[in-house]
């Protein structure tokens, strides 16, 4: 929790605050008659998963982390996954210049706005969101979780979460569909969600390979259980159907994120489809 705080406030400065081929047709068959039950079953695929993915802005240091969430997308995508993207329509806490790791003295952004660039435009606001209409949620990581979906980033373990995120949550918990979540976001699911069990990687810095890991102590004080896991792991709470995985919690390569992810994802359909 000391590293996240120093962090924001020293780099963040942070005030209180992605060839055709040719298509061979068969030949009509004499004397067949082609079943119209076959027919049917043949051009009704079985549906998606519908999932909801909530994003909170566009780029680390304010908003969504970008590789999280288009890793999750494309993990989604190859599962068969519905996808419908969403983001609440308010200010960011700040805007951060990413060039420089410093606020944009001035500036103001909306999240859902910048949201939009993530969806390639086709975003929802968050209030118009309903667990009835949804299979499974998913909420990747970025500063965003901890600024603009709650106020953690600068409050820790007593911190606010945005209205609608917390309602969102507790629709889903309490219909019994799967959430997953990643980087800091499980610290959301942890102040929503009594007795829990997350993960946002190891306890200890390790030399600096777990820049942020004061913050499973602050998940403990919300209440909640954490369990350590690798990068590239989902730890997986059956009995509330909540899945985390550590993401950029942990400073490691890309395709280490892209697998960890990719078990978060796995393990959230497969719920959702029992």
Not at 20 to 32: D, F, K, N, Y
Not at 65 to 86: D, K, N, P, T, Y
Not at 127 to 136: E, I, N, S, T, V
Not at 214 to 233: D, F, N, Q
Request: net charge neutral; charged share 25%.
């Amino acid at each position: 929790m000391a590293a996240l705080r120093s962090l924001l406030a020293s780099r963040l400065a942070v005030t209180p605050l992605f060839a055709l081929r040719p298509v061979l047709l068969p030949l009509p068959l004499s004397g067949l008659a082609a079943s119209p039950r076959a027919a049917l079953h043949a051009s009704a695929p079985r549906p998606g998963t519908r999932v909801a993915l909530v994003l909170s802005g566009c780029g680390v240091y304010d908003g969504t982390e970008l590789h999280e969430a288009s890793s999750i997308l494309v993990h989604l995508s190859r599962g068969g996954a519905e996808v419908q993207i969403f983001a609440p329509d308010i200010s960011q806490m700040h805007v951060i210049d990413h060039t420089k790791g410093q606020p944009s003295e001035g500036e103001s952004r909306n999240v859902l706005t910048e949201s939009a660039r993530i969806a390639r435009g086709k975003i929802t606001d968050l209030a118009k969101l309903r667990a009835a209409d949804h299979d499974a949620a998913i909420f990747p990581g970025g500063f965003g979780a901890a600024k603009n979906l709650s106020t953690f980033a600068v409050d820790g373990k007593d911190c606010r979460v945005d209205r609608d995120v917390e309602r969102v949550l507790k629709e889903f918990h309490q219909a019994g569909k799967p959430i997953g979540l990643c980087c800091i976001a499980p610290v959301l699911a942890a102040k929503v969600l009594s007795g829990i069990e997350v993960t946002v990687g190891h306890e200890q810095e390790e030399g600096g390979r777990w820049p942020y890991a004061g913050t499973a102590e602050a998940i403990k004080a919300l209440g909640a259980k954490h369990c350590v896991k690798e990068v590239t792991e989902a730890h997986v709470d059956r009995k509330n159907k909540v899945v985390t995985t550590p993401a950029f919690m942990c400073d490691t390569a890309l395709h280490h994120v892209h697998d960890g992810t990719g078990a978060m994802v796995k393990e959230v359909l497969e719920l959702a489809r029992k």
